[in-house]
C-alpha cells in the first residue's frame, strides 16, 4: 500500500534561520506528484510547493525549495529565512491513482513547526 | 483566500444523528474531494465528484454519503452518527478529474469542526 512517513512530529527554528522537514513515501508507480501542505491555526490546507515525479530538477518557490531523492523515495522541505507566519502544520503528501482512473491525496501525519523569535 | 468556502463551520451532533455539510467549489472547478481529518491525524480521503458522478471512494462505510450539483458545489451526508466521527471535514475542489492532469492543485476550503457527543 503506498504510505507517506513524516517522522517529526515536532520541529522548532529559530527566526531568519533554516530547517528541513523530512517525509519518505512508498509507490509502486512511477510517474506521481509530491506536495508539502501548510495548515495554520486557521485550518485551512495551504500548498506550499509541489515535485512532479518525472523531474530531476528540484522544485522552488521563494524560501521554500525540496530535496526529491526519487530512487530513495525520499522528499524534505527546506525553509529559508524562517519567519513567525511559517509557524504551523505541514503536511507531506503524494498524489495516487485510485479505482476509476482519478487520484486522491495521500498524506502524512504531519510535522508542526514552531518559529521561535 | 482559495475561493472554496465550507459550511458551517463549527457543528455539534448527538450519536444517531445525521450530518450535511456543505461545500462551495472555487469557479471553473468541477471536481471535489472530500476527506477526514481526525485530531493529530493526516486527512483521510472520503470520495470525489467529477461532473456530479461519485469518481473514487475510500475507506469510509456507506453511512458517509455524498451528492453534487450542477453548479459543482457538493454535500457530504453522514448517517447514524458515532463519537468517531468527530473531526475536522476538509472539502478540495480542483479543475477536473485528478485522472488526467496529474499537476491539478487541490485547493481546500477551511474546513467544517464536527464535534459528536
Known amino acids: 500500500a503506498q504510505t507517506v512517513t513524516q517522522s517529526q512530529p515536532e520541529m522548532s527554528v529559530q527566526e531568519a534561520e533554516t530547517v528541513t522537514l523530512s517525509c519518505t513515501y512508498d509507490?509502486?508507480?512511477?510517474?506521481?506528484?509530491l506536495f508539502w501542505y501548510k495548515q495554520p491555526p486557521s485550518r485551512q490546507m495551504i500548498l506550499v510547493i509541489r515535485q512532479e515525479a518525472y523531474k530531476q530538477q528540484n522544485a522552488t518557490e521563494n524560501r521554500f525549495s525540496v530535496n526529491f531523492q526519487k530512487a530513495a523515495k525520499s522528499f524534505s522541505l527546506k525553509i529559508s529565512d524562517s519567519q513567525l507566519g511559517d509557524a504551523a502544520m505541514y503536511f507531506c503528501?503524494?498524489?495516487?491513482?485510485?479505482?476509476?482512473?482519478?487520484?486522491?491525496?495521500?498524506w502524512g501525519l504531519g510535522t508542526s513547526l514552531a518559529v521561535n523569535p | 483566500e482559495t475561493g472554496v468556502t465550507q459550511s458551517p463551520t463549527h457543528l455539534i451532533k448527538t450519536r444517531g444523528q445525521q450530518v450535511t455539510l456543505r461545500c462551495s467549489s472555487q469557479s471553473g472547478h468541477n471536481t471535489v474531494s472530500w476527506y477526514q481529518q481526525a485530531l493529530g491525524q493526516g486527512p483521510q480521503f472520503i470520495f470525489q465528484?467529477?461532473?456530479?458522478?461519485?469518481?473514487g471512494r475510500g475507506n469510509f462505510p456507506p453511512r458517509f454519503s455524498g451528492l453534487q450539483f450542477p453548479n459543482y458545489s457538493s454535500e457530504l451526508n453522514v448517517n447514524a452518527l458515532e463519537l468517531d466521527d468527530s473531526a475536522l471535514y476538509l472539502c478540495?475542489?480542483?479543475?477536473?478529474?485528478?485522472?488526467?492532469?496529474?499537476?491539478?492543485?487541490?485547493?481546500f476550503g477551511q474546513g467544517t469542526r464536527l464535534t459528536v457527543v
Open positions: 503528501a503524494y498524489n495516487r491513482r485510485n479505482a476509476g482512473n482519478n487520484r486522491k491525496l495521500i
Open positions: 509507490t509502486s508507480e512511477s510517474d506521481y506528484y
Open positions: 465528484y467529477y461532473r456530479e458522478e461519485e469518481n
Open positions: 478540495a475542489s480542483s479543475p477536473g478529474s485528478l485522472s488526467g492532469g496529474m499537476n491539478t492543485e487541490a485547493f
